[in-house]
C-alpha cells in the first residue's frame, strides 16, 4: 500500500484520516491524519507519525514523551479513504495520560492484556510470581487448576450466587490464559477455531 492507493477527494485538506487500534486489545486509541510525508515516515520507521494540522508539520507520536505507536498492520477502509493501524503503544497514548483519546470503559480489552502479560510472565520467569509458580509446576497442575476453577464456576451456577460465579470465573479465565499460554496457543487462535466452526 502506497498514499497514492488512497482516494483522497473527500479528505479534508487532502489529509488521510488515521485510526488508532491496539494490536494487543483492540482497544481504539486515537484519531489522527496523515500527509505523503508523515504516510512515507511511518513506513520507513515502523513508529505511527502525524501531520499536525494546528502546528502544519509532522509529529511522530511519542517523540517528547517516549509513548511511541510502534506499526504492526496497516489496512485501508473500503474506500480507500481512511487508514487503521493497528498498533503497540509503549506508554499512554492520550495527551492526558490516559490509555486512549476515547474514554471507553478501562476493561475493553483486558483479557488481551493480560494474556499478554502472561506471556511475559512465561518468558522472564520472575520469582516472585503466582503465574511464574504454575508454569514450574507444568502442564498438569495448570490443567488441574482449570479443572477445579471450572467445576467451582459451576457450583455457584447453580447456586445461584452471581456474585461467587464471578469471582469463581474469574479465577477460571485467569487459570485458562496460563494454560493457553502453557501450550502455546495464542487467544486468536481459539478465536479462529471458533470462527470456522461458526462459519
Known amino acids: 500500500m502506497t498514499f497514492s492507493d488512497f482516494n483522497l477527494d473527500k479528505c479534508s485538506d487532502g489529509l488521510l484520516p488515521v485510526i488508532i487500534q ?18 512515507d515516515k511511518t ?52 495527551h492526558r495520560g490516559t490509555t486512549a483519546c ?7 480489552g483486558f483479557i488481551r492484556s493480560l494474556a499478554s502479560l502472561i506471556s511475559r510472565r512465561h518468558a522472564e520467569m520472575p520469582e516472585d510470581s503466582y503465574t511464574t ?3 514450574i509446576k507444568g502442564v498438569k497442575k495448570i490443567a488441574q487448576k482449570v ?26 479465565m485467569y487459570h485458562y490464559l496460563v494454560l493457553l499460554e502453557q501450550m502455546s496457543v495464542p487467544l486468536s487462535t481459539i478465536e479462529r477455531e471458533l470462527l470456522n466452526r461458526h462459519s
Open 102 to 108: 476515547f474514554d471507553t470503559p478501562a476493561e475493553d
Open 147 to 172: 479443572g477445579e476453577e471450572s467445576i467451582e464456576a459451576g457450583i455457584e451456577a447453580v447456586d445461584g450466587n452471581r456474585d461467587r460465579f464471578i469471582y469463581e470465573a474469574s479465577d477460571l
Open 22 to 39: 491496539d494490536a494487543t486489545t483492540l482497544r481504539v486509541l486515537m484519531l489522527g491524519y496523515m500527509n505523503r510525508e508523515a504516510f
Open 133 to 135: 509458580r504454575l508454569f
Open 43 to 94: 513506513v520507513a520507521l515502523g513508529l505511527v507519525t502525524f501531520y499536525s494540522r494546528t502546528r502544519q508539520t509532522l509529529w511522530t507520536k511519542g517523540e517528547t514523551s517516549g509513548n511511541h505507536l510502534r506499526v504492526v498492520d496497516m489496512y485501508s477502509d473500503c474506500d480507500m479513504d481512511t487508514l487503521l493501524i493497528k498498533a503497540i503503544p509503549t506508554g499512554p497514548t492520550c
